[in-house]
């Protein structure tokens, strides 16, 4: 069975996840700094912007991918993936040195564990219903 939904959002935030790497690289190599941050908040934001993505997308995909093999409908998958994007999408935007609280990064962190956290409790409810 391919994973045609799970693909798609695989594909879009694996461009996001090389976008955020390569803003990282950039930073480092403006201040000449290869591994660490030296205490600078600059390149740190930058390093935890794509830090923060290699967190949770890898999960947030393997349980999109459970839930597709499992036989979710193509609209809740679409949901959850659509989700996940925007939210990594604006928390980068939200996580800058102007404003740590601003809004954008505690919405985009909240979208990301609601996706993880509804992902996770459907996988464990189908398992479940499967088995009893």
Known sequence: MPLMVTALY???LGILGVALAFHAGT???KQRISLGTADDVGLLIR???HGNFTEYVPLALV???VLELNGTSATILHLLGSTLLIG???HPVGLSMENMNH???FLGTLLTMLVLIISAVI???QYLTAVM
Do not use: D, K, T, Y
């Open 123 to 125: 996988a464990i409810w």
């Open 27 to 29: 930073g480092r190599l």
């Open 63 to 65: 349980l999109l991918a």
């Open 103 to 105: 809004p954008l990064r």
């Open 88 to 90: 990594r999408v604006i």
């Open 10 to 12: 695989a594909g879009v």
């Open 47 to 49: 390093v935890r912007r």
